[in-house]
């Protein structure tokens, strides 16, 4: 059981934008640097976002990070096909001492 | 460049022990400025961190899984490892050894992953 809750998927046509919301609480959120991961069927998650809008090297500025109060939003601008995959939110829980990932949000592009 | 290798028993039947190795090439696990831990993913199912442990021998480990985790490191081999007793079918997953800066909290954000290693449990 997740305490970050993400929708569960999010479509737009190529070009497009698209926002994925993580919705958490005070004792992380609200608390915590965040972050977040594209995985592709099959393969290794990848590192996107870390410490709420920094990209690792090589992470396109098509993906972009933000954080108000208890929630985050990964945004993803000039959408492609090959974004497509399943993005998570992870974060430490300083409540619950344990790191979590959100419930994952499956991007498709129309 | 970092490469973290998993190797694990891929087969395994209800109520054995789990031993999973990380082997860690191209860095060192001794450093101050890393975690080192394990994520696993359950077929077709979300991310769900196992624990982490430093270099100096801290370990932190999910609340779900701590009476039945042992994580440790041997620095001589430059790997760590895993321990999960009495598993069930609701431990089969792949499992992701990984690396986390160390910041405020003992996981913030994994650059580096292995590739994985499937633990099936099945009787």
């Known amino acids: 059981q997740s305490v970050l809750t993400q929708p569960p998927s999010v479509s737009a046509a190529p070009g497009q934008k698209v926002s994925i919301s993580c919705s958490g609480n005070s004792s992380n959120i609200g608390l915590n640097y965040i972050s977040w991961y594209q995985q592709f069927p099959g393969t290794v998650p990848k590192l996107l976002i870390y410490d709420n809008n920094k990209r690792p090297s090589g992470i396109p500025d098509r993906f972009s990070g933000s954080k108000s109060g208890t929630s985050a939003t990964l945004g993803i601008t000039g959408l492609q096909t090959g974004d497509e995959a399943d993005y998570y939110c992870g974060i430490w829980d300083s409540s619950l001492s344990a790191y979590f990932f959100g419930t994952a949000t499956k991007v498709t592009v129309l | 460049q970092l490469q973290l290798q998993e190797s694990g028993p891929g087969l395994m039947k209800p109520s054995e022990t789990l031993s999973l190795t990380c082997t860690v090439s191209?860095?060192?696990?001794?450093?101050?400025?890393?975690?080192w831990g394990w994520i696993r993913q359950p077929p077709g199912k979300a991310l769900e961190w196992i624990g982490t442990?430093?270099?100096?021998?801290?370990?932190f480990y999910n609340p779900s899984l701590k009476s039945r985790l042992i994580m440790s490191l041997d620095t001589s081999k430059n790997r760590f490892s895993l321990i999960l007793t009495s598993v069930t079918a609701a431990d089969t997953a792949v499992y992701y050894c990984?690396?986390?800066?160390?910041?405020?909290?003992?996981?913030?954000?994994?650059?580096?992953w292995g590739q994985g290693t499937l633990v099936t449990v099945s009787s």
């Open positions: 442990i430093y270099s100096r021998g801290s370990t």
């Open positions: 990984v690396r986390s800066r160390v910041k405020a909290t003992p996981a913030d954000h994994f650059d580096s």
């Open positions: 191209g860095g060192s696990i001794s450093t101050n400025d890393y975690y």
